[in-house]
């Protein structure tokens, strides 16, 4: 058994301690506080009595999800029930996992005798891994509120967080709809059609003219026109950069964990658009490989292998990936290399190689935009300190910029894009590839 004496019985036992220092000196007051003081010791024992021994209790259920998803928000719920005869005031505490850094964490509710509430609480891990929760608490009073009594519930439990599977299903419409509309997000132009005859079918405002089938059409006197479909089976892998640059911050995740995000979405789509799906991890050598394919599991195995991939903060060394892709990836594919440059001599320094593989494979180069410096930028310069840091953070941006145009000027593709758009910016320039037939 286990009692707490709450902040109204403290309150209540200083005060009657001053009540009964005054007594000393007026025997009227003496007289009030020895009563008072014993109705306070028989209120206290009832309190005990109700909470201990009339036979009630209160149980709990708490519900964790199989997996939690990366970055998004996770519910976890509870179902509370009381068995007391009487209405119970209960705060509920659950002993999250340490790297929340949440201890002052309360649900206060009302139970009802025999009614069944549920609570829940939402988490967001910036982290993947595995996340262990404690045991439930709850600390319960009665309308008196003078003791508290102290329940625990169930036992460790062990959560592993997956890269944002969540984000799956939000992405699917892309493969169907051959483009991706997003509050926010500028509509896709669709360039040229796919190389793989389809149907031949009745000319519509808006298809091309090109596509006319001219002997279709004298036959049904009606314009006819041919209808094309992405080329499926081409093989798309996700290479990502598990390098010291891949573990800048923003908004709590690293960019490894959006570039891991983001290529398990890309994955997905191209799956659902029949393409296969691979990935490839690196830093100063190649660390994973998974081969391309559209299998049913091939999802499940992806988010089996990104869930624990972190960085020994080694720098990248795009040579030794040009051999490792020269010797494992056989058939031309599309490589979407998740990486970050912050100078044009960093990239100057991996430019050849990055060349060298994109002359045996299509290569897009995904880098990241600081946020933060279009802030700084955007600010009002209000003394000297503003402006030099308006021009610093100008410049780096400026370098950026460059960046894309010499990558561009080698006939290399580049996204470069800020890290809460990446999944859509990406799936929107997979859809590009596919529709100007690029790969």
């Known amino acids: ?40 010791l028989i209120l206290t024992l009832a309190d005990c009595i109700l909470l201990f021994w009339s036979g009630g209790k209160i149980l709990l259920e708490r519900q964790l999800p199989e997996r939690f998803s990366n970055g998004d928000e996770n519910e976890v719920v509870f179902h509370l029930v009381s068995n007391y005869k009487f209405p119970i005031s209960t ?156 573990k800048m911050p923003f908004e709590g995740m690293t960019l490894l964990d959006y570039a891991v995000n983001a290529s398990l979405v890309l994955s997905n789509v191209a799956i659902k658009k029949g393409d296969r799906a691979g990935l490839i991890t690196f830093q100063h050598k190649p660390q994973t490989f998974i081969p391309a394919q559209k299998r049913n599991l091939q999802i499940s195995y992806l988010l089996e292998t990104l869930y624990n991939q972190e960085t020994q903060f080694n720098e990248h060394d795009f040579a030794t990936l040009y051999w490792y892709i020269q010797q494992k990836v056989k058939q031309r594919s599309l490589l979407l290399i998740y990486t970050n440059f912050e100078s044009i001599y960093a990239l100057e ?9 994109n002359k045996h494979h299509l290569l897009l180069l995904i880098f990241f935009k600081n946020t933060e410096l279009d802030k700084v ?50 799936v929107n320039k997979y859809i590009e590839i596919k529709t100007k037939r690029l790969l």
Do not use: C
């Not at 007594?23 to 506080?33: D, H, M, T």
């Not at 320094?349 to 593989?357: A, F, G, M, V």
């Not at 780096?396 to 145009?405: L, R, V």
């Open 91 to 246: 705060s509920l505490i659950d002993e999250m996992p340490a790297k929340f850094q949440k201890r002052d964490h309360k649900i206060p509710m009302k139970l009802l005798p025999g009614k069944q509430v549920m609570k829940s609480y939402i988490l967001r891990p910036t982290e993947r891994g595995e996340y262990t929760f404690g045991r439930s608490n709850t600390l319960s009073t009665t309308t008196l509120q003078l003791i508290t009594r102290r329940q625990i519930f169930g036992k460790s439990q062990m959560v592993k967080v997956y890269p944002s599977f969540l984000n799956l299903h939000k992405y699917e419409l892309a493969a169907i709809s051959q483009n991706l509309r997003m509050s926010g997000q500028k509509r896709m132009r669709r360039i040229g059609q796919s190389t793989e005859f389809d149907h031949i079918k009745e000319y519509v405002l808006g298809d091309d003219p090109r596509h006319i089938n001219w002997k279709a059409s004298a036959r049904k006197t009606d314009l006819m026109v041919n209808h094309y479909i992405d080329e499926k089976s081409q093989p798309i892998y996700s290479v990502i950069d598990k390098g010291r640059p891949m």
């Open 1 to 40: 058994m286990k009692i707490f004496p709450t902040y109204r019985f403290y309150v209540t036992g200083v005060s009657l301690v001053i009540l009964l220092f005054i007594g000393y000196y007026i025997p009227f007051v003496f007289s009030l506080a020895k009563g008072l003081t014993l109705a306070f």
């Open 349 to 357: 320094r991996q430019l050849p190689y990055l060349k060298l593989i």
């Open 377 to 426: 930028i955007n600010e009002t310069a209000n003394s000297t300190i503003d402006v030099y840091n308006k021009s610093i953070a100008k410049q780096i941006e400026d370098e950026k910029q460059n960046i894309q145009s010499v990558l561009t000027h080698n006939g290399i593709l580049s996204l470069y894009t800020s890290p809460e758009h990446l999944n859509t910016n990406v």
